[in-house]
């Protein structure tokens, strides 16, 4: 299988056949006659979450778990065509996504198969809002489809750029560009989330240990911004909690993001962040209308001198910010993404101690909460 660096152009200048399925934004994974993979796209990668070298030589059927069982029936067929829209399907056990699936047979090549996989813009990007009255031809495309395609396009382009960096550096930095290959994955997923949002329900819960969220989220802070320092207060008897890893990485990048540029006029700037047990705490709209007990605390704390007390009662609200040059969407992403984990999330200031505090509460995974 032939690496990024070999897909160049052919000899009478135009672009090698590599280079263009290198190029597609769908991914595209080339199946060998036993349906093992045999080489996939830097969008399969990305859609996968591994790398092609990884993914080469695993059968089918144990990377993707299809819904419907057809989808792995005409595969076996070998020279079938077939095209399923918002099929369900888990990819290496991750949680299940709807996902538009085509395959078709290589021309020439027998038994050789080609499996493609989207969840970019489509034919519902083009439909307008609801796909009633007035949607059709000259609809523009929706803003969020669009958005979602222009920015997962560079993020394989970074992936990829990581991922030769990574086979050319120490062993000491080579940290930092598998950090790079794992944050563009998961903000590719968030991507996949936020775009798909309108046409499912939320994303399902996974236990998740937070202290390893927490610790990832400093990375992330920390390989941008030097010097960013994190005052711990951990309860290590903590349960795994029930959430989205990926979201939660997100909600906690943004906590940790507002807090550094809060208190970096500060005198002596403070980030503490801290978990506990908060018994008593409740949602009054859990899961089929049930109170959901919320038992598990993180706090994000910072000693910046405060949101201004004109906004504070909005600063969840999209477009609300206190910043010169904020857009006001990262607190109402952090709320959103809260709120789909079936958390809460709060805002309070200590003005004794000039303390800024933002508390998110959760529930325990696996607890019945009656």
Not at 24 to 29: D, S
Not at 94 to 117: E, F, H, K, N
Not at 195 to 212: F, I, K, M
Not at 294 to 323: C, M, Q, Y
Request: charged residues 25%; contains cysteine.
């Amino acid at each position: 299988m032939s690496g990024p660096g070999d897909w160049r152009k052919t000899g009478d200048g135009r672009p090698d056949p590599k280079r263009i399925v290198a190029s597609l934004p769908m991914a595209v994974f080339t199946l060998a006659p036993d349906l093992t993979i045999a080489a996939a796209n830097p969008a399969a990668e990305q859609l996968a979450g591994q790398g092609a070298r990884r993914l080469v030589g695993k059968p089918v059927e144990d990377v993707f778990a299809f819904e419907e069982p057809l989808i792995l029936r005409r595969l076996a067929e070998g020279e079938a065509q077939l095209l399923a829209r918002d099929s369900l399907v888990r990819i290496l056990g991750a949680p299940a996504r709807r996902i538009d699936i085509m395959t078709s047979p290589v021309a020439y090549c027998p038994g050789w198969q080609l499996l493609s996989l989207s969840e970019g813009v489509g034919v519902e990007a083009l439909s307008g809002d609801g796909g009633g009255a007035g949607a059709g031809e000259g609809t523009p495309l929706r803003a969020p489809e669009v958005l979602a395609h222009e920015i997962k396009n560079p993020l394989a382009g970074i992936r990829g750029a990581a991922q030769l960096l990574g086979r050319k550096v120490g062993d000491a930095d080579r940290a930092l560009t598998e950090l790079i290959t794992g944050e563009v994955d998961r903000i590719a997923k968030l991507v996949d989330q936020m775009q798909s949002l309108s046409r499912r329900g939320r994303e399902p819960g996974t236990p998740c240990n937070l202290h390893e969220a927490v610790r990832r989220a400093q990375a992330v802070v920390a390989a941008g911004h030097g010097g960013f320092v994190v005052e711990e207060e951990f309860d290590p008897s903590l349960p795994p909690v029930m959430a989205n890893p990926d979201a939660l990485v997100q909600v906690l990048l943004n906590l940790f993001t507002n807090a550094r540029e809060a208190c970096e006029t500060a005198r002596e700037p403070r980030i503490a962040v801290r978990t506990r047990f908060a018994s008593g705490i409740q949602l009054h709209a859990g899961p089929g209308g049930k109170p959901l007990r919320l038992p598990i605390e993180l706090r994000v704390s910072d000693n910046g001198p405060g949101i201004d007390p004109a906004l504070r009662d909005h600063i969840f609200d999209p477009f609300v910010t206190g910043k010169k040059n904020g857009q006001g969407l990262g607190l109402a992403l952090v709320q959103k993404l809260v709120r789909e984990m079936n958390g809460r999330v709060t805002h309070d200031r200590d003005e004794v101690r000039g303390w800024t505090h933002f508390r998110l509460h959760l529930p325990v995974a696996g607890s019945s909460n009656p």
